[in-house]
């Protein structure tokens, strides 16, 4: 049983949506922001192998999208899915599973790709099944008009077409069953309906993967909520309640979006919780 942090292409956006209503001149002193108010984001992906399974944790962007749409987001760095895996060894054919997050463009566009001829769309992962859960996949299917251009129909629909989309039971959040990583998952509301967290023990340590609850290791103060939320104060209690937990029981959390540092841990201060440590993750594990 292994994991591994799979690159899969950074990108950046604007540091004023990224942080809501915290001033920038708070925001950037651990999000710097370019001339054009943008601040560096990942999309970082995580691998598990775990018997017969290997297990990817959301996909990225993918390359599907026009010159125009990328525009918007000045990818920057060498980082993508394959190179990512073939570091570790494995091909986008040994993906077993496919767990997404939530269906926003930067968790899930890599999910889906051209055909041969690009005259339609087919999986990019051809062995896998994709776990979403039904709740947000209605949310994403239907969506309103705040996420609707983040919820694009190339994304989900061929998905869906393939056969290989499966309903995790958002009640009891089984995944792994049987599995000694100790798999589950917390469901949140805030950033988008029934996003999905994975949580597991690994060496000794709980990882928490942290997609859009906390995006970045300066989004850990609790009213640094993004502008992208769809409910902002459900957001900090959400937040509330995981730091808490998270800085009690000593939870490595693993940042999608933080394009500098991979994993950290809490520590409760007079002012709340707050960063204790950052960690790169082969210094965690070897």
């Given amino acids: 049983m292994k994991i591994y942090p799979v690159e899969t292409g950074n990108f950046k956006l604007d540091g004023g949506a990224m942080f809501g209503v915290v001033p920038k001149v708070i925001w950037q002193r651990t999000n710097p922001a370019d001339n054009n108010n943008l601040i560096d984001i990942a999309a970082r992906s995580l691998l598990i192998e775990d018997g017969d399974r290997l297990i990817l944790v959301d996909t990225g962007m993918g390359n599907k999208q026009s010159d125009q749409f990328f525009g918007y987001y000045y990818r920057w760095g060498d980082f993508n899915i394959d190179s990512s895996l073939k570091k570790h060894g494995f091909h986008r054919d040994d993906i077993t599973d496919v767990f997404l997050t939530h269906l926003h463009f930067d968790h899930v566009g890599g999910a889906i790709q051209w055909n041969k001829d690009r005259t339609g769309y087919e999986p990019a992962f051809k062995n896998a099944k994709f776990w979403t859960n039904e709740k947000h996949w209605k949310w994403a299917t239907e969506p309103n008009p705040r996420e609707k251009a983040s919820f694009l129909t190339e994304n989900l629909i061929p998905m869906q077409e393939s056969g290989h989309l499966t309903f995790i039971n958002h009640t009891d959040g089984e995944f792994l069953k049987n599995s000694p990583l100790g798999f589950d998952i ?43 939320d769809t409910r902002p104060l459900m957001t900090m ?50």
């Fill in 186 to 228: 917390r469901f949140v509301d805030g950033h988008t309906e029934k996003q999905m967290l994975p949580q597991f023990s690994y060496q000794g340590k709980t990882i928490a993967y942290m997609a859009d609850l906390i995006p970045t290791a300066g989004h850990i103060s609790l009213p640094y909520v993004m502008g992208y």
């Fill in 237 to 286: 209690t959400e937040k509330k309640l995981f730091l808490n937990e998270a800085a009690d029981n000593n939870y490595y959390l693993f940042f999608e979006h933080d394009a500098h540092n991979q994993l950290c841990t809490l520590k409760h201060t007079e002012k709340g919780v707050r960063l204790d440590q950052v960690y790169t993750f082969n210094e965690l594990f070897n």
